[in-house]
């Protein structure tokens, strides 16, 4: 069972910085991609970095130059620093892993997602 905990939320104001973390516990071996996410006030859940299965770090746009994904395996840990935040960035930031449920013979496998429960980031003056 993997479980995940995110941390490091806060108050912050505009052209602020602060980082995230997210431990992980369980099974680690099971999980195929990790990322982290966020979901502002009546918006939907969208996605800001994801480790993909390549090994690659991906950002969506609106990040991209200002947030930096990355990862400690020895710590079993995975990390979002955050800068030059704006107040659109505020909104609970969660991070997620697929956890793989089976694999098939052509490749391909099935997979759930677990979720942590949050850290809410608030940029304001």
């Known amino acids: 069972q993997v479980q995940l905990v995110e941390s490091g939320g806060g108050l912050v104001q505009p052209g602020g910085s602060l980082s995230l973390s997210c431990e992980i516990s369980?099974?680690?071996?099971?999980?195929?991609?990790m990322g982290w996410f966020r979901q502002a006030p009546g918006q939907r859940r969208e996605l800001v970095a994801i480790f993909d299965a390549d090994g690659y770090t991906k950002y969506q746009g609106s990040v991209r130059g200002r947030f930096t994904a990355s990862r400690d395996d020895a710590k079993d840990t995975i990390y979002l620093q955050m800068g030059r935040l704006r107040p659109d960035d505020t909104a609970v930031y969660y991070c997620?892993?697929?956890?793989?449920?089976?694999?098939?013979?052509?490749?391909?496998?099935?997979?759930?997602?677990?979720w942590g429960q949050g850290t809410l980031v608030t940029v304001s003056s």
């Open positions: 997620e892993a697929d956890i793989i449920t089976q694999t098939y013979s052509d490749g391909t496998y099935s997979y759930r997602e677990v």
């Open positions: 369980g099974d680690i071996s099971s999980i195929k991609k």
